[in-house]
T-cell receptor, first 116, second 115 residues
Framework: DTGVSQDPRHKITKRGQNVTFRCDPISEHNRLYWYRQTLGQGPEFLTYFQNEAQLEKSRLLSDRFSAERPKGSFSTLEIQRTEQGDSAMYLC??????????????FGPGTRLTVL | AQKVTQAQTEISVVEKEDVTLDCVYETRDTTYYLFWYKQPPSGELVFLIRRNSFDEQNEISGRYSWNFQKSTSSFNFTITASQVVDSAVYFCALSEASGAQKLVFGQGTRLTINP
């Protein structure tokens, strides 16, 4: 099985620019999650999709952040007007989402964002 | 609110020593799930184990073992006969049993195994 893939792996941008990240989940996984991890901390939940529906968003997800999963397959996370505080690793995870008693999230390699 | 605490920020041991990583959690839910993930220097989180709150059996997988104690809200992870390849940051995480089942992570323990 191909794992979760994310693109790009690294992104350096200037403050005020917009950036977009892509996540391709494991095939047939219905659930897709975005997390953010800053240096020395554990990942923090940002948002989650069940198929194409975005069902929950964290308060961490300000108005400058938007996520989509248009056909229930890949997902994009866009950050508008980036700020230095947005510098972090953005992690995507997917899970089958069929049996909640055994559901497990598998993570991609992440996109490291640096805002100058 | 759910919370996970990993009090050990860094641990350093010599190869072949046994090492235990502590994890304490807080939740008001009666049903919940606990996880351990490994994050090597490459950055990708690797799933190690999932434990349901109603299953308190300890588990062993090769050199890895997990001790789940509901009475003390702890889910500790032991590596026996540690190897250099075990060096990584290890995260304990907790999720609710319904809804998004989003993971709440601890701050991680950086484990260094010295040859």
């Amino acid at each position: 099985d191909t794992g979760v893939s994310q693109d790009p792996r690294h992104k350096i941008t200037k403050r005020g620019q917009n950036v977009t990240f892509r996540c391709d989940p494991i095939s047939e996984h219905n659930r897709l999650y975005w997390y953010r991890q800053t240096l020395g901390q554990g990942p923090e939940f940002l948002t989650y999709f069940q198929n194409e529906a975005q069902l929950e968003k964290s308060r961490l997800l300000s108005d400058r952040f938007s996520a989509e999963r248009p056909k229930g397959s890949f997902s994009t996370l866009e950050i508008q007007r980036t700020e230095q505080g947005d510098s972090a690793m953005y992690l995507c995870a997917s899970s089958l989402g069929l049996d909640l008693f055994t559901d497990t999230q598998y993570f991609g390699p992440g996109t490291r964002l640096t805002v100058l | 609110a759910q919370k996970v605490t990993q009090a050990q920020t860094e641990i350093s041991v010599v190869e072949k020593e046994d090492v235990t990583l502590d994890c304490v959690y807080e939740t008001r839910d009666t049903t919940y799930y606990l996880f351990w993930y490994k994050q090597p220097p490459s950055g990708e989180l690797v799933f190690l184990i999932r434990r349901n709150s109603f299953d308190e059996q300890n588990e062993i997988s090769g050199r890895y073992s997990w001790n789940f104690q509901k009475s003390t809200s702890s889910f500790n992870f032991t590596i026996t006969a540690s190897q250099v390849v075990d060096s990584a940051v290890y995260f304990c995480a907790l999720s609710e049993a319904s809804g998004a089942q989003k993971l709440v992570f601890g701050q991680g323990t950086r484990l260094t195994i010295n040859p």
